[in-house]
């Protein structure tokens, strides 16, 4: 199952459209807040419902996951929340926290757009990999997953595959969960 995290801007039926020209299985949309959520039915294509702010609610009104900052702190046990790792916190991401996340039985999300930009250095790569390493160690379960603020940022499942392969997970799913 191949990770598209979508963060649309009243274009939903693009990424749809363009979902069904690479063979993408599943879409996850995130909003800003749960007005925003405009739900669209699809036979081909499984859609989920997210809303990414700093206030963790009820799975009210359509939503199916919550994403969170890693950042911010953790805040609850609810398998619901995606943590997800920013560039500029690579840096203080440590055991400690990794093993509180651990504790919660949530997910983290790591975002492919951190390796795949043209300018990331190999430092940033390197922060990466040592970040999944310290996940498995600690039976983390992570998503390795793209982030699309356009359409045109989908990514294949062979796409994803691939660099999973670099980055060292050694799994058939792009879309990983120890």
Do not use: H
Request: proline share 3%; glycine share 4%; charged share 25%.
């Amino acid at each position: 199952m191949c990770m598209n995290i979508c963060f649309p801007n009243q274009n939903e039926k693009e990424f749809l459209d363009v979902a069904k020209k690479i063979s993408i299985p599943c879409l996850w949309f995130v909003y800003r807040n749960i007005k925003e959520i405009r739900k669209i039915k699809d036979e081909k294509i499984r859609i989920y419902y997210g809303v990414g702010n700093e206030r963790v609610g009820s799975l009210e009104g359509g939503v199916d996951f919550f994403m969170y900052d890693l950042s911010k702190g953790i805040i609850t046990k609810n398998e619901k929340i995606f943590y997800c790792v920013d560039a500029e916190y690579l840096d203080y991401l440590n055991q400690v926290k990794i093993k509180g996340v651990s504790d919660t039985n949530n997910k983290v999300v790591v975002p492919l757009n951190l390796v795949l930009k043209t300018n990331s250095s190999a430092k940033l790569i390197e922060k990466t990999i040592f970040l999944i390493r310290l996940f498995k160690k600690y039976n983390v379960a992570f998503i390795v997953s793209n982030f699309a603020n356009s359409p045109y940022e989908l990514k294949s499942e062979k796409e994803i595959s691939a660099l999973c392969n670099f980055l060292g997970i050694k799994k058939k799913r792009p879309f990983f969960v120890p």
